[in-house]
């Protein structure tokens, strides 16, 4: 099974900082590699597909690259709104995974 | 209005047994795969379950292979997850949410809202 692994764990930021999120998958993944956001007691919402795509109506503040098994989401200049939980998921096999969350906590 | 819609969570004692629904609505249901994904109480997500359009094919964590069974009514607008020999560890919110391909990757498009499934004693 391919394991997601996040860094940091949990990061803080003020409004209008520049943020970079890690994924790092146990294997190489090509490009299968999508990015959410989280809010608490909220369902999960799509930011980034195929690594780098941006899926409709996300912020353009937001942005992914990578491929292989090295992936990055940023955040050029974080929003109020921005402060939330961010996971990494994979669909290179049949058996998807998550990473186990970056959490971007308000300095 | 695009939807998806879970209900049957609930308490349930280890070792119970609970089925879980999620019903779709805003889009056609029967041109989707579909997943169950779950979140432990102050934990990350985990990927539990997917289906195929036609149920040809379905896919499973090990954790719950054996003891959970995904299956859906297209007829129905409907996705479900029977979940036996429960456990502890299966405590979590569960999500239903919609399978999506684009660019070759397959990502989760629609959430549900969730369903708290709760095993204890």
């Known amino acids: 099974d391919i394991q997601m692994t996040q860094s940091p764990s949990s990061v803080s930021a003020s409004v209008g900082d520049r943020v970079t999120i890690t994924c790092r998958a146990s294997?190489?993944?090509?490009?299968?590699l999508n990015w959410y956001q989280q809010k608490p007691g909220k369902a999960p919402n799509l930011l980034i597909y195929a690594a780098s795509s941006l899926q409709s109506g996300v912020p353009s503040r937001f942005s992914g690259s990578g491929s292989g098994t090295d992936f990055t989401l940023t955040i050029s200049s974080l929003q109020p709104e921005d402060f939330a939980t961010y996971y990494c998921?994979?669909?290179?096999?049949?058996?998807?995974?998550f990473g186990q969350g970056t959490k971007l906590e308000i300095k | 209005e695009v939807q998806l819609v879970e209900s049957g969570g609930g308490l349930v004692q280890p070792g119970g047994s609970l089925r879980l629904s999620c019903g779709a609505s805003?889009?056609?249901?029967?041109?989707?795969?579909m997943s169950w994904v779950r979140q432990a109480p102050g934990k990350g997500l985990e990927w539990v379950a997917n289906?195929?359009?036609?149920?040809?094919?379905?896919y499973y964590v090990d954790s719950v292979k054996g003891r959970f069974t995904i299956s859906r009514d297209n007829a129905k607008n409907s996705l479900y997850l029977q979940m036996n020999s429960l456990r502890a560890e299966d405590t979590a919110i569960y999500y239903c949410a919609r399978d999506r391909s684009y660019s070759g990757t397959w990502c989760f498009d629609l959430w549900g809202q969730g369903t708290l499934v709760t095993v204890s004693s």
């Open positions: 998921q994979h669909s290179y096999s049949t058996l998807y995974s």
């Open positions: 294997q190489s993944i090509s490009r299968y």
């Open positions: 805003g889009f056609t249901f029967s041109d989707y795969w």
């Open positions: 289906v195929k359009q036609d149920e040809s094919e379905k």
